[in-house]
């Protein structure tokens, strides 16, 4: 099956869905890093770009017109994962994530529908709302705003963006990817060497907050935050819903596997 999908930034591509044993063959050898399969995956599940959006005219287009994922925008990458799950399997909107409820820590499991929510699902979606910032994005130049009367100017992450903080955080193990994240994007600070601005990031406190929404409104995304109803204790939570391998490559469960599983839990039983 294959299907025109459109992203956050308006770029038209279009997909097909793989079967299970597709992706599992096109992701062999990258376990090591997470950014690198799903770059894989959406490599496989796009067959060529349609429009390109609001992407600058020389910036996403490999040869043939085929998508260089490293060069589309975080954002983007993770709608084009979920497009692939929903084009690679029959129940592929449906989705349903393990939680741990934070007020009575009991487990419990939250479906949701991966569709947008203009087609019936639970997913919010949206596009660059100014157009002072699709503009920027479509000239490649930072965006701009005032905190504490100085200038700073931003911009979004890319999927090569990504994969340097996976090789930061697998180096360090106690980098904060948050943390990188939040730098990554700031370009410049008027008026401060761009070596000292990352400590000067940390003096914000509730300002970070101030910056943090700034941003957010000069972007075109996906929110993967869900509320999470307990049904133990009724308490509604956020819950993100993850993009991790287990994600598009869900566990097909075998006669073994649920016996195993029987097997396992009634050990535990008895130990206890
Ligand atoms: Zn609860």
Redesign the pocket.
């Known amino acids: 099956m294959s299907e025109i999908i459109q992203f956050p930034t308006r770029m038209q591509v279009e997909m097909h869905g793989r079967s299970v044993s597709e992706l599992r063959e096109t992701l062999k050898g990258f376990k090591s890093s997470l950014v690198a399969s799903q770059t894989a995956a959406l490599e496989a599940a796009s067959v060529k770009i349609i429009s390109i959006g609001d992407y600058p005219e020389d910036r996403i287009t490999k040869d043939d017109d085929q998508v260089n994922w490293e060069k589309a925008t975080s954002e983007d990458r993770i709608y084009g994962l979920k497009a692939t799950r929903l084009l690679s399997f029959s129940d592929g909107a449906h989705y349903k994530m393990e939680n741990n ?6 487990k ?1 499991v939250k479906k949701v529908d991966l569709r947008r929510v203009e087609d019936g699902g639970d997913i919010v979606c949206w596009e660059f709302e100014y157009e002072e910032h699709r503009d920027a994005f479509k000239r490649g130049v930072p965006f701009e705003g005032k905190l504490r009367d100085r200038l700073i100017k931003w911009r979004l992450l890319y999927g090569e963006d990504e994969a340097q903080i996976e090789r930061i955080a697998q180096n360090n193990p106690n980098a904060n990817t948050s943390d990188l994240t939040f730098n990554m994007k700031i370009v410049e600070v008027e008026g401060m060497h761009r070596n000292d601005v990352d400590a000067w990031l940390k003096t914000l406190g509730d300002e970070r907050i101030e910056l943090q929404d700034m941003m957010a409104e000069a972007s075109a995304g996906v929110d993967l935050v869900v509320d999470a109803q ?6 509604v939570q956020d819950a993100t819903i993850p993009f991790d391998l287990e994600f598009w490559i869900p566990v097909v469960q075998t006669q073994r596997d649920r016996r195993r599983r029987r097997r396992e839990k009634a050990l535990k039983k008895t130990v206890r």
Do not use: A, G, V
């Open positions: 409820c934070e007020r009575c820590d009991k419990f307990c049904p133990w204790c009724d308490c």
